[in-house]
């Protein structure tokens, strides 16, 4: 929000100032971030970055930054600032995300206390922008307004990343308060989690929209299918359960009724210079409208050749042919259109070789440190995911300044604690202390370790 305040979109700003940092510390000296690189970890640099010189080179701009190259390049900074000098323990890498966590959640509190106090506008005005995303007064809340505490205002924006991330930053709280409770044997690690787990739920509830009942539905089948399969059918009942009674709301216009009641769209005027296309759609129904929007890119699709389907329409900085496209679909507009099929295909291969080997939740008969290790991997893979998933609609995953940052802390995450789970692994075996381990053992050429069987 400070760049909405500055009138400054803060993207580049905040990925320079952690990469730049990170570089010039390797340059003057500092041993402990002079670890070897996991051979991966190189192949996929030199793949990014030669992607991008080819796309720069043909006038594309360097669109894939947007397009989760400053996702995967942060979180290998983030993983090498993990291993430096003998590792982050466990406890800290617990207590610090759940501090992250409890940040946002006081935020979203803070800001609605701000809203019921009738001072929503004010907000928008002090947040108006046209560089960075400005404050947005058409968020919905539609469980606060079927409780009568919100009257004409809008939902929850996040007065510390910006709007349209609030009902994740809830959502994805929950998820990790509740999988720290296989970690948090006595509250060693944090005293309070079934309180901050009720402030997310209630704060989930505030900011509900369809996008987060989504990826809601979406985490409990996630959860069944790949993280604990012996509780598949609970999980599937839970679903159903959950899907019939958001029907039930949306029947009776009592959730999503901007997109479900017959509501009118309206397409902003520079929305529609850049795109005729929207005339189309301008003055219908909302749910027509957001068909259109999500099919759009489709369109397009259609319409451009095979270079520019494999390497991107390009976007942003330095681009000669920038192509403007709006829509709701957000994966399909930045990543596969704009960055190109080839950096989209290689970005979701990365994210699931390195998330989908750790999402299954391991037992405890390889050990404790092994389990506490493997279960802090599976918690962040489950959370990466569904951050990936937000991107079918919202791009805030890759977009927002601090999204991106947090998004990648969670996948450096993966990478390292499965990284400490081999380790204790190897020195169980062989009867040697994990910090002689982690003095020795050089990062193999493979992706994270295959899960426990």
Known sequence: MFGALLNVATLHIA?????????????????FLMLSIPRYQIALIILMFGLMVVQVST??????????FYALAMSFVFHQMLKAGSGASLPTIVRTISLLNKFFLIGLVAEFIVIVAGGQIFLAEIFATTEALPY???????????????????????????????????????????GIQRLNVQHSLEKRP???LGISVVMFLVCLNGTVAVLALLSILMYGLFVNRRILMPMSILFV??????????ENDLLFGRIFSGGKAFVPQEHIEKVPE????????????????????????????????????????????FVFLGSDLGFFVDVVVKSGAVWAVLFVLAMLGICLPALHLP??????EVFRWRTLASINAFLCLLWLASTAHYNQALTNSGGVMVFALHLALVMYASRRAKLCRISAYSKQPVSAQLAEVKDQAEWPAQPIR
């Open 241 to 250: 359960v959950l899907l019939t009674v958001v029907y039930a709301l949306i």
């Open 15 to 31: 990925a320079g100032l952690v990469l730049s940092c990170w570089i010039i510390s390797v340059l003057i000296g500092t041993e």
């Open 59 to 68: 006038g594309r701009g360097f669109v894939v930054l947007i397009g989760g």
């Open 136 to 178: 947005r007064l058409t968020a919905q809340a539609d469980i606060p307004r079927m409780l009568g505490i919100f009257d004409r205002q809008g939902g929850l924006n996040s007065l510390l990343l910006g709007p349209q991330i609030s009902g994740m930053l809830a959502l994805f709280s929950i998820v990790w308060f509740i």
């Open 363 to 368: 037992d405890r008969k390889a050990g404790e």
């Open 278 to 321: 929207y005339l189309q759609i301008q003055g219908a129904d909302t749910l027509d409208f957001y068909i259109f929007a999500f099919t759009l890119p489709f369109t397009i699709y259609n319409f451009i050749d095979w270079v520019d389907i494999l390497l991107g329409i390009g976007a942003q900085v330095a681009s000669t042919q």
């Open 194 to 196: 079934r309180l901050w």
